[in-house]
């Protein structure tokens, strides 16, 4: 309460007067024992009464303050989340893991857990290992790009799963993207070989029946989906998920600014509901446990609303791998170096980016982004076509993207994993997610729309401790000053350096190279 607020101050002078004239006549009652003298002063309760209703010597009622006391309690775990320092790594043997898990995941080459590993792996085992119909605690994270966020999920479930007791799905996994969902299929695949457990990827491309169909046959343990294509499947079988102990929303941000089909209420539905049993032999039934992830996780419980996120009475973990939490919302990797690359103009960039992937021997494992299906095959094309007349250098790049048939955009990503593709240039169709070891440098050849979206795409590099470094291209003041602003919310270890790009746009070589392109666009 504001005391120098006037509405406040007289609030409080009339609680004091009451207060006073109450334990006046308490007093006088006390004294003579005498039960008419225990009525109150009926002067002075009338006098009390048109001031406000008084209620023995307790404060004033405030209801206005008590529900904000309990709406804070509330959300206690936004508010003070757990920080998680990035320096926190531990040996897969020590986070409660069977021997069987530890030993796949030596086999696999992982030998000590990343830092948002060590956190969720056994907050997720512990809630899991409750018995009988208590909501369990949901497990929300934010953690920087490339720290390992897959294997936080997809381990403990597996593990979960493993004494496979019920035929049908008990785990979905949500992702934005089609690449993204290969990636996390892929994951889950390696994590469950020589079990019988059994992964299933619902893909858009085929055709609805057929993969009910199979869907049916082979009752899979776990789904990974993009949420269109789940709530397709569950518009047909709608107690598909009635087993379900696990709803992973990876990318969490991202699908929840699509309300696509209205995915979040429909998968809501579907999911089991809290049945708490009567009897000891009576049927039991509780919410799957929520797993959701980000490098840029919305902590605005207004939007985690529709993943009904339980508060009570098992309050969520809330994760945030990073340090410091500042006023930072998003943090870099460690080892990431970020760049403002200053074009004077339009012509100069893409003899600007060439330059920079020569010179700064960045054009063996690198990705471009730009803003449109169209602008990227265009590139891809120019890239080529400079490389090779001005810097007589065959880089091999090849478009990525959503206009493309998913099986060519599945073999350039294939190629550029195996080194076969130098140089990749894509919209943010795989800003999001894609794990792709080794890459160099990430280039934003057009500005990201916003903070989000640059961390995002920065992120394809500099991933699970490696190096990597971040080149952003702006033409104008407009640009800069975008720039700079998408930077607000972000903590990182470097300082981002500014470089300015003078190149020779008068070269007749330079000049030819765009003059084909320009006839190949239009042939
Ligand atoms: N414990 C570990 N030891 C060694 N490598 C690991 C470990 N955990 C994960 N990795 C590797 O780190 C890389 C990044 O992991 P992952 O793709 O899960 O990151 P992420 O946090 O989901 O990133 P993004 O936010 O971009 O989706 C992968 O190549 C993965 O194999």
């Not at 409080?12 to 005498?34: I, P, W």
């Not at 897969?92 to 969720?120: C, I, P, R, W």
């Not at 797993?291 to 207004?302: K, Y």
């Not at 609303?305 to 945030?320: G, S």
């Amino acid at each position: 309460m504001d005391l120098d607020d006037p509405a406040h101050s007289g609030i409080l002078k009339r609680f004091n007067q009451t207060r006073h004239r109450l334990e006046k006549s308490n007093k006088r009652a006390r004294t003579h024992e005498n039960e008419d003298s225990q009525l109150p002063d009926v002067n002075s309760e009338r006098e009390s009464a048109s001031v406000v209703r008084a209620e023995g010597i307790q404060p004033l009622p405030q209801p206005e303050q008590t529900r904000d006391k309990k709406h804070r309690s509330r959300l206690q775990w936004i508010v003070e989340p757990e920080m998680v320092s990035p320096s926190q790594t531990a040996p897969f043997e020590s986070l409660g893991l069977s021997d069987h898990m530890v030993t796949k995941l030596h086999d696999l080459g992982y030998e000590n857990a990343f830092a948002v590993q060590t956190a969720v792996i056994p907050a997720v085992l512990k809630a899991q290992s409750c018995l009988g119909p208590d909501p369990l605690a949901n497990v929300l994270v934010n953690s920087y790009t490339g720290s390992g966020k897959t294997l936080a999920y997809t381990v403990p479930i597996v593990d979960c799963l493993l004494n496979r007791r019920k035929p049908a799905p008990r785990a979905v996994v949500l992702v934005p993207t089609r690449p993204l969902l290969v990636q996390v299929m892929q994951v889950f695949e390696s994590l469950v070989k020589g079990t019988n457990l059994h992964p299933m990827a619902l893909r858009s491309e085929r055709p609805l029946q057929k993969e009910r169909e199979q869907l049916l046959k082979n009752t899979p343990d776990i789904l990974v989906a993009t949420p269109g294509r789940l709530v397709d499947h569950l518009t047909e079988s709608p107690d598909l998920l009635k087993q379900l102990r696990f709803l992973v929303v990876d990318e969490a941000d991202r699908l929840l600014g699509q309300s696509f089909q209205e995915w979040a209420s429909v998968l809501a539905k579907a999911c089991p509901v809290q049945i708490r049993p009567v009897a000891i032999n009576e049927p039991w039934a509780r919410p799957p446990q929520r797993l959701v992830f980000s490098a840029t996780l919305t902590r605005d419980p207004g939007k985690l609303e529709a993943l009904q996120i339980r508060t009570v009475p098992t309050a969520p973990h809330l994760f945030i791998v990073n340090d410091d939490i500042g006023d930072a919302e998003f943090v870099m990797p460690a080892k990431l170096t970020e760049n403002l690359v200053r074009v004077k103009t339009l012509i100069a960039k893409p003899l600007a980016l060439v330059t920079l992937l020569i010179e700064n021997s960045l054009s063996d494992h690198a990705i471009v982004f730009v803003r449109s299906n169209e602008a990227a095959a265009r590139l891809a094309r120019l890239i080529t076509l400079i490389s090779q007349n001005l810097f007589h250098k065959d880089l091999v790049v090849g478009p990525v993207s959503g206009e493309m048939p998913v099986a060519e955009r599945k073999r350039v990503l294939r190629q550029f994993a195996s080194g076969e593709v130098n140089v990749i240039v894509c919209t943010d169709l795989i800003a999001r997610g894609i794990d792709v070891p080794g890459v160099t440098a990430v280039i934003n050849y057009d500005l990201p729309v916003g903070t989000r979206e640059y961390v995002h795409r920065v992120g394809r590099t500099a991933r699970a401790g490696t190096s990597g470094s971040a080149w952003t291209f702006a033409i104008s003041s407009a640009e800069r000053q975008h720039y700079w602003v998408m930077q607000n919310g972000i903590t990182r270890t470097n300082k981002i350096e500014v470089s300015h790009f003078d190149v020779d746009t008068e070269s007749q070589t330079y000049k030819d190279v765009l003059e084909q392109l320009g006839k190949e666009v239009l042939s």
